[in-house]
């Protein structure tokens, strides 16, 4: 049987990335060697650091002075590597979800965060609209799409100081204006590539600004500076990033990307809204189009494990709801399939049929 992978992360990567990847692990460049066992600094790598670097710099039209990094230590890592080397007096944070709650506590070691707005009056199932972004913060720091809540800021916000993005879970899906962004990074293992890597888009000029000790390896200009080979850096996810970027290329760039993504989520969000049983949990100007969340109606909430079983038994893989929200989650990152989400809607049609 078919499977479709809707796992929120770890999550689908396009086939042929994997089996390029695996390859690489085999036999790098023909060299006889594996990916595994060469040295980072070997004259065959850098040009996978190069090409990757150049290639996020495309495909995002990245402006002018903006350095692409690759580094270790997962989005959870940036949570302090951002207010370690931009949080002088006070930052601003936008409370949108479970990780945007994470990334603002990280900063209040740092100095005073004020929390410009949060959704957790409604279980975070939409982005709030109106606030005020102090004038005097260092930065405002936002989260663009809530993997757990199914909720996304489809469009970048106007904020009065330098903006910082946790992009992790609908980076390279629409396009974004990286000039309004201080910073953006994104783990790689929901939309990028395998889990190892963190990009960051960093504007240079932007750093230095803060009077405290920076550890060598927290401090991003250390990492701008070696051109993200001040240490070993994941060479393996490295590779597989590069070609998951050749393929978004190839199939159209960023704008196609997005193209599809409204097409895919459309699919799903139509039958859930269209269904007896089922009931979305963002509310519909929120709604993000990487993480579908939806429960089944009050009336039919003992259905819910039932249906679960069935849409496995039918090779959905993943949909299971974070517990914080309950009910499914159908995450479309960039590698889904159009057919991927139309069979998830054919499950919701026929168990609707049978109940
Ligand atoms: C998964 C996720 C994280 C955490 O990523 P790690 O790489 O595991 O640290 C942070 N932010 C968002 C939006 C995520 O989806």
Redesign the pocket.
């Known amino acids: 049987m078919k499977k479709y992978n809707f796992n ?2 770890p999550s689908i990567l396009p086939r042929e990335v994997i089996e390029q990847t695996a390859q690489a692990c085999l036999d790098f460049n023909g060299s006889g060697l594996s990916l595994m066992e060469i040295s980072h600094r070997a004259k065959d790598f850098q040009p996978v650091v190069d090409e990757a670097m150049a290639l996020l710099k495309e495909l995002l039209d990245v402006p002018e002075g903006y350095s692409v990094l690759f580094l270790g ?7 302090c590597m951002v207010p370690y080397n931009y949080l002088e007096t006070k930052a601003a944070y936008l409370n949108t ?1 479970t ?2 709650s ?2 603002l506590k990280e900063a209040q070691g740092f100095g005073e965060v004020v929390e410009v707005a949060s959704s957790k009056d409604r279980n975070f199932t939409y982005i709030p609209r109106d606030y005020s972004i102090p004038a005097d913060a260092d930065y405002f720091h936002i ?6 809540y199914g909720t996304e800021l489809l469009a970048d916000p106007d904020s009065p100081v330098q903006m910082i993005a ?4 609908d980076f390279i899906s629409r396009p974004v204006d990286v000039s309004k962004y201080a910073c953006i990074y994104a ?4 939309n990028l590539a395998m ?1 190892g890597v ?1 990009v960051v888009i960093i504007k240079e000029d932007t750093l230095g600004k803060v009077s405290r000790h920076i550890p060598t390896m927290l401090d991003y200009r250390t990492h701008i500076k070696k051109g993200s080979m001040f240490n070993t850096p994941p060479v393996v996810p490295i590779y597989s990033a590069l070609m998951n970027l050749r393929y978004v290329k190839a199939h159209g760039g960023i704008k196609a990307m997005e193209q599809l993504a409204i097409e895919r989520s459309r699919i799903v969000y139509d039958e859930i809204d269209r269904n007896r049983l089922f009931v979305g949990t963002a509310e519909a100007d929120s709604r993000s189009r990487m993480n579908i969340t939806f429960v089944c109606k009050p009336e039919y909430a003992d259905l819910q494990d039932e249906f679960l079983q069935f849409a496995t038994s039918k090779g959905m893989v993943g949909i299971k709801g974070h517990r914080s929200v309950g009910g499914f989650r159908a995450s479309c990152y960039n590698a889904q399939s159009i057919e991927g989400c139309k069979a998830l809607v054919e499950c919701m049609k026929e168990f609707e049929a049978a109940h």
Not at 143 to 148: A, E, G, R
Request: a neutral charge.
């Open positions: 929120a992360g230590g997962g989005a959870s890592l940036e949570f979800g990780w945007a994470k990334a989260t663009t799409n809530n993997t757990i946790d992009m992790s879970s783990g790689a293992q929901k889990a963190t």
